[in-house]
Structure formats: structure tokens, C-alpha cells
């Protein structure tokens, strides 16, 4: 099987390969080999590395790295064992599944409406899942929230509004960005007039996971995640390699042999589930989904659907992000509250460079 292009860039010249790909054979097979995509996700892996050391040490009571390396290890007192080992290791750890699970859905839903600004926070699916999570949570005397799998199922509805609405998950990716922002506020607005009914102490705790918090997330919250992402995470680098083929026109995919409505309906189907999951379990983080791929694609190349740099670059997002807002205030900031902050900037400077002109060689 002779190497040949999946990718929307412009074709090279006959005999000349890519210049960020390496053809491996093997017999009659081949597969092209992104050397620049692989790169940029060995280069991450140890920064992410770096991330949780510094995020499991980070904290405000002052535990200093040694403290914190014989808490992990078991050789400190009992407090500080149960403080690194039960709260925030596990913490860590689940915001770097959520940020992954999160990176992946951003980056499906871009390729598919291709469009950077269809991600999982602004077509509703985000809202969805948050909406399903408080309406759970109304009548409450606890404060706490529903469980986590009710994230999926709010997802799934609010992805099968904005798909119905917008006349399917077609080539009109503005379509379902405009529904999606129309579903997104109306489920917001919905969100917000359950929790003005509800008392001080269950009002209070649904808040703080409705804007994103990593607050009191143990291993019972983390297993779910992680047998999900066990799942979810080889079918989406399937579907992200399908993906490739739909850069060019639905035509030209479709004389490559893709059945175009099944790539667009199990890709779709698996970033509502991922961006399901990662809110249930860590509340709706804006603008990872966002920034996440963006970051990705411009270390990968714009050759490919960047599905493991936007895994590892949304879980570095989020451990970081985490890590800031339990150092940067006197008071813990929640994580939604930090990548909030920082998105806005970033969205900014996605809008600027969408709206400059290319340049010609």
C-alpha cells in the first residue's frame, strides 16, 4: 500500500513527502509517520512530569517538597501521608484526566465544524452536561452535587439539540457554533434560575462545582474517569485519523472511500462523551477545550489532527491551572475561575490571528 496524503495542506509535489512525515513499511503496508507531532508530545510528556511535581507540592499551608516527597513515598507522619497521599494526589491526578478528556473533545468538535471556536464550552455541550448535574442537585439539604454520569447524559442531550437544530453534524460548522451558543445560554440561564431557588448551603456547593473545581476529588471520582478514558481515548485516535480526510471536500473524502456521515457521527458522539465525563467529574473548566488544541495543532503541524498534543496539552492545563489557583490568593481560587481568566486573553488572540490576513509566499 503506497503512502499517500490525508491532510488539507496543500498537495506535494509528485515524489517529494511530506516534510514533517517519515514513511514506515512493513511488507505491502505503510504508514506515515509524524515526526513533528511526535516530537512535540515527547517534548510535553516531561513538562507535564514537571507539572505534577509542582502541583502536588503546591499548597498554602506552607508543606514544604520534602515534607511532601515523605508523604508521597509514606515516610512522614500520618497527617502528611493522608494529606498527600488521599487529597492531593489524587486531585492531581484527576484534573490531568479531565484536562485530557477535555483536549480531545475540543480538538474533534474543531475538526469537524472547522472552525477553532466550536469547541465543547460554546456548543452547549458543556452547558448541557452542568444543567443535568444542578437539576440533580435541586431540593438538596447536602450542597453536594449529583453523580457523575449525569454529566454524559446532559451532554448527549444538549449535543442532540444543537445537531438536530442545526441540520445535522455537517460541513457548516458555523451553523453548529450559532445553535450551539443559542443552546449554551439557554441552558445557562436554566442552570442559574435552579440554583436562585435553592437554599444558601446548597446553592453555595453546586456554585463552586458549576465554575469548575477540583476541590475534594478522590480516587472514587477519578476510576470512573480513568475507565472512560481507557475506553474513549483509542476510539478517538481512531476517528482523529478519519478525521484527516474531511479537510478536504466532502467530494474528493468521499472518492478516498470515507463514509462521511459515520466518521462525522462517531466523532461528534465521542467529544460529547469525553467533555461528558470531564464535567461531570471536574465541573465545566472553560476555555480548555479551546486553548488546548489551538496550542496543539501550532506544536504538531498543520498537517494532522493533533488528538495526543491536545490530550497532553489540555492535561497540562489544567494541573497547572490548579496548582496557580491554590498558591496565587490567600483563598483557593477554583480551577474553573483560573482558566477563566487566562481564556479570555487567549480567546482574544485566536480572534486577532484568525482575522489577519494570510501571508503569500
Known sequence: MSAHRTTGAPAPRAGIALPDTTVLRTG???WLFPRRGALAATLLVPLLAALIA??????????????????LLGTGDAGTVMVVRDFRLPRVLVGLMVGAALGISGCLTQTLA?????????????????????????????????DWWLGPVGAVAAAAVVVLCAGGAGSAGYRVLVVGIGV???????SDLLMSRENDNTAGGV?????GSL??????????????????????????????????????????????RRVRGVALALAVALAGVAVGVGGPLAF???????LAQRMAGPTR??????????????????????????????????TSVLGGPFLLWVLFRADRPARKD
Do not use: K, Y
Request: hydrophobic share 55%; charged share 10%.
Open 28 to 30: 505491502t503496508l505503510s
Open 54 to 71: 509542582l502541583s502536588v507540592t503546591a499548597s498554602s499551608t506552607g508543606m514544604s517538597p520534602s515534607q511532601t516527597l515523605g508523604g
Open 114 to 146: 472547522g472552525n477553532r471556536l466550536a469547541t465543547p464550552d460554546l456548543i452547549g455541550v458543556n452547558e448541557g452536561a452542568t444543567a443535568a448535574v444542578v437539576a440533580a442537585a435541586a431540593g438538596s439539604t447536602t450542597g453536594m452535587v449529583g
Open 184 to 190: 449554551s445560554t439557554t441552558l445557562g440561564a436554566v
Open 207 to 211: 456554585f463552586l462545582w458549576a465554575v
Open 215 to 260: 476541590s475534594g476529588r478522590d480516587w472514587s471520582a477519578g476510576t470512573p474517569l480513568l475507565i472512560a478514558l481507557l475506553v474513549l481515548v483509542p476510539l478517538a485516535l481512531a476517528a482523529g485519523h478519519r478525521l484527516q480526510l474531511l479537510r478536504f471536500d466532502d467530494d474528493m473524502a468521499a472518492a478516498l472511500g470515507v463514509d462521511l
Open 288 to 294: 480548555v477545550g479551546l486553548a488546548a488544541p489551538v
Open 305 to 338: 489532527v493533533p488528538v495526543v498534543c491536545s490530550a497532553l496539552t489540555g492535561a497540562a492545563l489544567v494541573v497547572a491551572a490548579d496548582a496557580l489557583g491554590r498558591v496565587i490568593a490567600p483563598v483557593e481560587l477554583p480551577v474553573g475561575v483560573v
